[in-house]
């Protein structure tokens, strides 16, 4: 199983980026993926998460309304579109497989993550 998180980087205050995730090793249509962040001396935090058909999405507070979560799954890649980024977006991005929810522990399979650093 292989998740390999890319796109990070160092952008200004209310510029864009976007992540994405390649899967390979395991039936990436039948899971639901999500992203998570980890900031420098915090635990980790659910940011969005998307469900097998794509059909449904769910945001943390922090990022609705700015971060697209989306997925091909012809192509077995999850991607993330975050728009107007703020200094606390800052952190380690993962991608993850696994069920329904925000908790990190319903999640087994993880990326090895990529940073984004927003500069104010």
């Known amino acids: 199983v292989q998740l390999q998180a890319s796109g990070g980087g160092l952008v200004q205050a209310g510029g864009s980026l976007r992540l994405s995730c390649a899967a390979s090793?395991?039936?990436?249509?039948?899971?639901?993926i999500g992203w998570f962040r980890q900031a420098p001396g915090k635990e980790r935090e659910f940011v969005a998460s998307?469900?097998?058909?794509?059909?449904?999405?769910y945001y943390s507070n922090s990022v609705k309304g700015r971060f697209t979560i989306s997925r091909d799954n012809a192509r077995n890649v999850l991607y993330l579109q975050m728009n107007s980024l703020k200094p606390e977006d800052t952190a380690v991005y993962y991608c993850a497989a696994g069920s329904v929810g925000y908790d990190v522990r319903a999640y087994g399979y993880w990326g090895q993550g990529t940073l984004v650093t927003v500069s104010s």
């Open positions: 998307i469900i097998w058909s794509g059909s449904k999405t």
């Open positions: 090793g395991f039936n990436f249509d039948e899971y639901v």
